[in-house]
C-alpha cells in the first residue's frame, strides 16, 4: 500500500517562500495523478493543484502564477514550490495520490503559516 509524508512546512513572513515535499513509500506512484490540498481553520479542504503522471499541471486560480507544482519519479516524490505566500495561504497542506477513481491515498498534512 502507499503511504505519503509531506514535509517542508513552517513559519513564514508575507512574500516569503516554502517548498514542501511529499515522499511516497510502498510502491511507485510514476503512473498516478497526483495533488496538493489545503485545509485553513475551520473551512472545508481545497484543491490546491493537480500534477498528472506526464507532467502536465493544473492549478487553483487562488495560486496560480505563485506556486508551482513538481515530480520527480526517480525519487518517487512530489513539491510544491510556494512564493509570494499570503496570510490566507495560512493551512495545513495535505498532498494525495490517486490510485483509482474510487482509491484516494493522503499524507499527514505539514501545516503552513504565512504571518509577520
Known amino acids: 500500500q502507499v503511504q505519503l509524508v509531506e514535509s517542508g512546512g513552517g513559519l513564514v513572513q508575507p512574500g516569503g517562500s516554502l517548498r514542501l515535499s511529499c515522499a511516497a513509500s510502498g510502491s511507485s506512484i510514476s503512473i498516478y495523478v497526483m495533488g496538493w490540498y489545503r485545509q485553513a481553520p475551520g473551512k472545508q479542504r481545497e484543491w490546491v493543484a493537480t500534477i498528472s503522471s506526464g507532467g502536465s499541471t493544473t492549478y487553483a486560480d487562488s495560486v496560480k502564477g505563485r506556486f508551482t507544482i513538481s515530480r520527480d519519479n526517480t525519487k518517487n516524490t512530489m513539491y510544491l514550490q510556494m512564493n509570494s505566500l499570503k496570510p490566507e495561504d495560512t493551512a495545513v497542506y495535505y498532498c494525495?495520490?490517486?490510485?483509482?477513481?474510487?482509491?484516494?491515498?493522503w499524507g499527514q498534512g505539514t501545516q503552513v503559516t504565512a504571518s509577520s
Open positions: 494525495n495520490v490517486r490510485l483509482s477513481a474510487y482509491v484516494n491515498v
